[in-house]
């Protein structure tokens, strides 16, 4: 109010919404003698700080996990509400996702339907909301939130940006990443000194089942092979639940969510017993990197072992083997005091 002659520059400027430089003029070239006018002026927005997240608990994941991601923005203005040439699209751009489905989707509170996706060869994922801007900008400055779903495909932590496009110019974006976790055991025969395991000999051949949380819990399937797995996706093709070291002795399982995994040991490597123990390993989340954990077995030679009840049956043979050999001779000496 009471604002003087003159031409003014206004800015505007909102903790979301980006607008455009707007021009006041308040000389009132129609009077008769110098005067001011009223002006009013519609702030029209150029752009809008977009926010992209995922929801808890899907910032760390396992591949084939379903995530769930929320989209907040902005509706813009249009200059002129009706044209036929107003577009207003988000596009996600994901690596490492596949994007499903659209779960939700508000404009200023109120469930909104009228609009449509499309995904690209490139797994560019599209909602137009073009329907949405009407003839009258009656949904422009209101809050829109999109939340939709997606699978990992990836072993190695997967990022996605979302961009909104109005007409041709881009009106925010953000991107959000997400990580994941491998292990990594090593087969080792057992030494002198298993403490120090830098001069135990790594074994090939030795099989192994994943089992989540514990020895009795889910057997987790593989793809892969030469003892680099990742875990498998829902009705993945040649996915197998046994997996092998490869020919060092190792073995990597990747594309894992936090937890604890327990390896169980199927087949020993020739001349070696299957070290029934088995090993647990925990990976543990992160919020901003993929998480690589370890574990090791260690196995004994066959030959080296007892058999069952302490010394084993090779006492038991020799022992018979004397009794025979005396019998013999007893029965020998017998014959032969007969014969005299």
Do not use: Q, W
Request: glycine share 10%.
């Amino acid at each position: 109010e009471n604002v003087e002659i003159g031409a003014y520059v206004i800015l505007a400027t909102d903790k979301k919404t980006t607008y455009t430089t707007m021009i006041a003029n308040t000389y009132d070239e129609a009077a008769e003698y110098i005067a001011a006018k009223d002006e009013i002026i519609n702030a029209k927005a150029s752009g809008s700080d977009l926010d992209k997240k995922a929801e808890e608990g899907d910032k760390f994941v396992g591949r084939g996990e379903t995530v769930t991601f929320t989209i907040t923005t902005t509706f813009p203005n249009f200059e002129v509400a009706d044209s036929k040439d107003n577009t207003f699209k988000i596009v996600d751009t994901p690596t490492g996702l596949d994007i499903t489905k659209v779960t939700s989707l508000t404009i200023g509170g109120t469930e909104f339907t009228d609009y449509t996706t499309e995904e690209a060869e490139n797994g560019a994922f599209t909602i137009d909301l073009t329907k949405a801007i009407g003839t009258t900008n009656e949904n422009a400055g209101k809050t829109i939130v999109v939340k939709y779903e997606a699978v990992v495909t990836t072993d190695e932590g997967y990022s996605n940006t979302a961009n909104a496009h109005k007409n041709d110019s881009n009106y925010g974006s953000d991107t959000e990443t997400g990580f994941t976790g491998n292990i990594t055991i090593t087969k080792y025969a057992s030494d002198d000194n298993n403490d120090d395991l830098t001069d135990n000999t790594k074994l090939a051949g030795a099989k192994f089942k994943v089992h989540k949380d514990n020895e009795k819990g889910e057997v987790l399937k593989f793809v892969g092979k030469n003892g680099v797995y990742k875990l498998a996706m829902e009705n993945e093709e040649g996915a197998v639940d046994e997996i092998e070291v490869n020919a060092d002795g190792v073995l990597k399982v990747t594309g894992l969510a936090e937890g604890t995994y327990f390896f169980e040991e199927t087949k020993a490597p020739n001349g070696y017993s299957i070290n029934e123990d088995g090993v647990a390993v925990t990976v543990e989340a992160k919020d901003d990197a993929n998480v690589s954990a370890t574990g090791h077995l260690i196995d004994t030679k066959l030959a080296s072992l007892p058999g069952t009840g302490g010394i084993g049956t090779t006492i038991f043979t020799i022992g018979g083997c004397i009794i025979m050999i005396a019998a013999a001779a007893f029965y020998f000496l017998s014959r032969k005091k007969e014969n005299n």
